[in-house]
């Protein structure tokens, strides 16, 4: 069973075009993040939401927008993609409040190339 | 303030060798220590963690030295072997921060047979 699933894996896509890209954990955790990593494998926290609500939205265009229905799920839309955008985006979730520390678990990435 | 500066940014260690990752951080507020291993293809992956109220933290092969003074931490793979070839990562959060990692640059790992 698949902890942190996250679709489509990879996604090449023209500039200027919206895409979406999927998450879901089974961890029955209460906070989701999306991460980005990219060309030179840096990683950096985009969003996270606890419970539904966004609690960090770091310095990201607007273009970028998160959406969390449910606990569970935790979605990213791109509007007018652009060359820059391309990486590899990683969800990710853990469990705040259990007092082992934030471990956190990451999908296996969705590769964005935007051409 | 919020960076971590890891390095090497590449190792090359013989099989059975010790392979060393340091990695410095600014915040003196940081409070959790974790490293991730991440291999081809695949998601980070917790591999060990430490918080700053103990010096050393040793899980099988795997070894987190933390200096507080020098606001310095370093992985040590012990014994390493080909499977550890990977590309490891540093960070630093606030544990009450819900999770925010502040990730090193990486370190990418070869074990040669």
């Known amino acids: 069973d698949t902890a942190v699933s996250q679709t489509p894996k990879y996604l090449v896509t023209q500039m200027g075009n919206d895409k979406s890209i999927k998450c879901e954990q089974n961890?029955?955790?209460?906070?989701m993040y999306w991460y980005k990593q990219d060309s030179k494998k840096f990683l950096k926290i985009m969003f996270s939401y606890n419970n539904k609500e966004l609690i960090i939205n770091e310095t990201v265009p607007n273009r970028f927008s998160p959406k969390s229905p449910d606990k569970a799920h935790l979605n990213l839309h791109i509007n007018s993609l652009e060359l820059g955008d391309s990486a590899v985006y990683f969800c990710a979730s853990s469990q705040t409040g259990t007092g082992t520390g934030n471990t956190i678990y990451f999908g296996e990435g969705s590769w964005l190339t935007v051409v | 303030q919020q960076q971590v500066k890891q390095s090497p940014q590449s190792l090359i260690v013989q099989k059975g060798g010790i392979s060393i990752i340091n990695c410095a951080y600014e915040?003196?507020?940081?409070?959790?220590f974790p490293w991730y291993q991440q291999f081809p293809g695949k998601g980070p992956a917790l591999l060990i963690a430490?918080?700053?109220?103990?010096s050393e933290k040793k899980e099988g092969r795997f070894t987190i030295s933390f200096n507080k003074s020098a606001k310095q931490f370093s992985l040590h793979i012990m014994d390493s072997q080909p499977g550890d070839s990977a590309t490891y990562f540093c960070?630093?959060?606030?544990?009450?921060?819900?999770?925010?990692?502040?990730f090193g640059q990486g370190t990418t790992l070869q074990v040669k047979p």
């Open positions: 915040n003196t507020a940081f409070d959790y």
């Open positions: 961890l029955g955790h209460d906070t």
């Open positions: 960070a630093a959060s606030l544990s009450s921060n819900t999770g925010k990692l502040i």
């Open positions: 430490i918080r700053p109220d103990v």
